[in-house]
């Protein structure tokens, strides 16, 4: 079965903090994970996606995240947060199929002043 | 630039109403997604389309139906509304694979 799952409903940090948002999935076969971001009353962003190669990709805003294979994750990363960072990320896996898309419940991020 | 389009943004429908929620893509993309978005919820999938004419059922279809008249253009269909419909409506588009999914900006429909 393929899934998605983030633990962390909400995780909040002090702004100028280093962040770590957890995602790990089931999946057997080779995956592409997205990250997405949602900022208050608005649609979806893409912050960075991985395909295949260096598992630590590169997104906007100086977000990266690092793909493990042995430990079926892909957690999303910042050095320094900003309080402009404050939103929903979203953890996603395409599938098997060229139409699936399976998301995580997702994080919200809160940054403490 | 990648664009997704949804109307209305806002809707107030009364109960027993017929609600369309209208979808528009210039990406080409032939993959398109009607999700919804609920308070505590990640995104779930209601309709998919592969392309014109197909139109396919997602995680929780019951209540709503998909209609995909052109590449470009990709309506959900909500025939008699209930208040459990209240949400924010996502639409999307995707290529091959969905190596990226271009979202809208939502609709937040209200049924009273």
């Known amino acids: 079965a393929q899934s998605v799952t983030q633990p962390d409903a909400r995780v909040t940090v002090s702004e100028g903090a280093s962040l770590q948002l957890r995602c790990k999935y089931s999946?057997?076969?080779?995956?592409?994970l997205f990250w997405y971001v949602q900022y208050p009353r608005q649609g979806l962003q893409l912050l960075l996606k991985y395909y295949s190669g260096d598992p630590v990709v590169q997104g906007v805003n100086g977000f990266e995240a690092e793909f493990s294979k042995s430990n079926s994750s892909f957690h999303l990363r910042k050095a320094s947060v900003h309080w402009s960072d404050s939103a929903v990320y979203f953890c996603v896996l395409s599938g098997d199929s060229n139409y699936q898309l399976i998301w995580g419940s997702g994080t919200k991020l809160i940054i403490k002043p | 630039e990648a664009a997704v389009t949804q109307s209305p943004r806002n809707k107030v429908a009364v109960t027993g109403g017929k609600v369309t929620l209208s979808c528009n893509q210039t990406n080409n993309h032939n993959n398109m997604y009607w999700y919804r978005q609920d308070t505590g919820h990640g995104l779930r999938l209601i309709h998919y389309?592969?392309?014109?004419?197909?139109?396919e059922k997602g995680d929780i279809p019951d209540g709503y139906k998909a209609s995909r008249p052109s590449q470009e253009n990709f309506s959900l269909i909500l025939e008699l509304a209930t208040p459990s419909q209240t949400s924010v409506y996502f639409c999307?588009?995707?290529?091959?694979?969905?190596?990226?999914?271009?979202f809208g900006k939502g609709t937040r429909l209200t049924v009273v």
């Open positions: 999307a588009s995707g290529d091959l694979r969905d190596t990226e999914v271009f």
């Open positions: 999946y057997s076969g080779t995956p592409y």
């Open positions: 389309s592969y392309g014109a004419g197909s139109t």
